[in-house]
Structures are given as C-alpha cells and as structure tokens.
C-alpha cells in the first residue's frame, strides 16, 4: 500500500490523526495533515482506508500493492 | 409557480408528535423513493434535496458546490434580510481560497492533540458541575444547569471569553439560530456579538492572555486579518462552540432515558473508552441535531443519481435523514451505542466539516462517561410528551429538561 496526502485540499478536521495516530499528524501551525508513513505496515491498512474513506476533503490516496 | 411546483413538499418538515428523535416522516418517504428530490422552501423556490448518504458525501466534497450566500439565487431556509445577505457571515459561508486561509487560522487550536490536551480541565469543569446539580434542588432544568455551562465554560477558557458574560451571549447566540425569529432580530443579535467580540478582540491587543482571540489579535496587527474578519471568527466559535454541544447533551440524555438498556450499556462501561467514543458517534448519528440541512449552490452541471443538477440550482443536503439511510448504517432507526457509526455526516461532510468537531467529541466523552455513573438513577422529572423541543431551532435540541434522581 503507498500513500500520499494532498495538503492544499486539507481542511484539518483530524480524522485521520484520531484513526490513525501511527500514520497521521496534524502541522503544529496549522493543522494541516503531515503524512508519517507512506507505506504502512499491513496491520493498519483498514484503518487506514478507513481514514481515506471519512477525510471530508477527500485528502487522503491509498493506491493498494496489486 | 406552475402546479407541479405548489404540489412539491414543502422543506423543512416537521418531526412526527411522539417522535422527537426521529427525522420528519416525511423525509424517510423521499428517500425511499429515491436519493435526490425537489421540494418548496418559503419564498417559493424550488431547490434539490438529497436524502441518500452515498450521494450526500459525493456532492459534499464537490467544489462545483458553493457555500457563499452572496451569490444570486442561493437558497435561504428562512427569509433574511436583502441588505444583509453575506454580512457579517464567517468562512463557513465562503468558498476557497478565502474559506481555507481563514480557517487554517484557527485549525491549529482545534487540532486532535491539541484538544485531547484538554480532556483533564473539561473533567474538571464537570465534576465540578455534578457536584453542584447534587448540592442542589431537585427537580432541576439540566440545561440551565449543566448542558449549557459545560461548553460554555469550556469555549471560554479556549477563546479567552469571559464566564461572567455568559447571560448576555447565550440570550444573542439563542435569537441567532432560531428559526421563528424576524430577519431584523436576527441582524440585530448578530450585530451586538460582532460589537462584543471586536471589543474584546481589542482589549486582547493591548493585553495578550495566550488564548485564542489573543491570537486573532496578533493576526490583525500582523495584517494578516481584518478588525471584521476576526469578530465573525469570534462569533462563529463562541455559538457554535457552546450551542451544538449544549443541546447533544441536552437531548443526548433524554435520549438516553427513553432508552434504557442503552443507558445501562454507558452507567455499566462508562469507564471503557472505546464504548464512550462509539457511543458519542452513535448519538451524533441518531439524533443530527443540525437537522436543517446543509444548503449550497450549484456551479456546474452535476449529474448525480440519473439527475442533472444545473449551474444556479439550489441544493439542500439533509444529512439528519442521510445518517438514517439502510445502505450506511443497518437497522438504521434503533440506537446502538456499540454500532460503528464514525462515517455519520452529522458535522457535515467536505471542506467545511465542523472545525470544533473534535472539541464537541471531547466534551461529550466525558459527560457521556461521567454523568450517568455519577447520578446513576438520574430521571425525567415531566411527562416525556412534555418536554420542549426545538422544532424552530436551525439546531434540533429541548427547551429544558427537568429531571431529578
């Protein structure tokens, strides 16, 4: 699974970090979504759709391993 | 107006007598007809109404939708005044750019660690004030004295407000969201917070007390935001930081005694987190208290559902009945406060999301978790068919609530 964050469509609602502390942070400034790890291990890939899924701003891509 | 519009339903609609954590049955038939319709607001217009979660999250993240009430033809639930359309509006009524470089202002303040922070002073806040409803006379109006000053408190240490006014800005912020009030008294109670948040913007200028609207002052004199824009940023916070979370409580509880093995669940595992978590998430859901609707316009042809909707159409989006729609969440009419229901739309959906969503979240994990432990035989003190609702508020909620234990 690879994953990338679109920080100019990002509205900071955080649900992200509350899914996914592991994988999402939130800039200090900001709030803006900071990805930390692009490939997460395969433990956390439901809730890391899951964190796709709920973004309201659709911010978050997961391209799944094929 | 043709016929085919006069016979259109009339929106908003009104929840059925004995009903009053239910969507209007009205509503449930549209969408079982179909996820998007038209129907008739006041001044005659004929906007689409979405009822289909799938297709409320679809539009919601859409850009060719816009939230700026100053564009000709953007749908208005209840009549406001000409002059006034737009003035005095914060970003929750703008598009990007100018929606997302004022938010990103504030974002920061509301972020999830930020506000987790938070979680040992809101307890206490609590605590304090169950130690006060047992101190005191039974019944109580737990309104009054509980669900209101518990956000109230908490929005106030956040943005730097003074408590002791709380009389002057609930009496403002309550005119600003009813529905039954004239365009005038709502202008008019708009008018007197912007007045009290820019003079308080001021004194914080003067005199930075490390809080939010210190911050909005620094902003101001950096130039990066105007005396106007600020206040409507202040207003913004301090009603929707105190009034949305007031009546979850409110009527998160009398949901909650109506339905009493689910109560149970909260009084026996109130100290597991993830049941007070799914539980908070489940009373959103259940109960969208934003039960108006999100309202947009269209920019762009969309085609959605086998429908077109066209650039200058109206679009109401009611997310009170997309958080009841079978395809989203099974048995949708029953309250289960273990279901997953994290997907509701009762914040909304897309960029405009509520900000304070996290905050809302944190407070009512703790009433949630602490109230029903601390006053376990905590009861209705009226009739349950007597008990005030918000029929004419933009937000749902009761009068009061009298109870006692």
Known sequence: ?66 | MTIAQETLPAYPMRKAPGCPFDPPPELGELQRQGPIAKVRLWDGSTPWLVTGFAEQRTLLRDARLSSDVTRPGFPTIVPVLPTAAGQGLSFIRMDDPDHARLRRMVTADFAIKRIEAMRPAVQRIVDELIDGLLAGPRPVDLVEAFALPVPSRVICDLLGVPYADHGFFQDNSKILIRRSVTPEERAAARERLLDYLDGLIGEKAKRPAGDLLSELATRITAGELTRAEAAQMGVLMLVAGHETTANMIALGTFALLEHPEELDRLRGDGTDPDLVASAVNELLRYLTITHTGRVRLVLEDIEIAGEVLRAGDGVILANDIGNRDPAAFPDPDRLDLGREARHHVAFGFGVHQCLGQPLARLELQVVYGTLYRRIPDLRLAVDPADVPLKHDGFVYGVYELPVTW
């Open chain 1, 1 to 66: 699974m690879k994953l990338t964050v679109d920080q100019d469509v990002c509205c900071g609602a955080g649900q992200c970090v509350l899914l996914a502390p592991e994988v999402f942070d939130q800039r200090e400034q900001d709030g803006i979504v900071v990805l930390l790890d692009e490939n997460p291990a395969g433990a956390l890939h439901d809730v890391v759709r899951e964190a796709g899924a709920v973004c309201p701003a659709g911010a978050i891509s997961v391209e799944e391993d094929r």
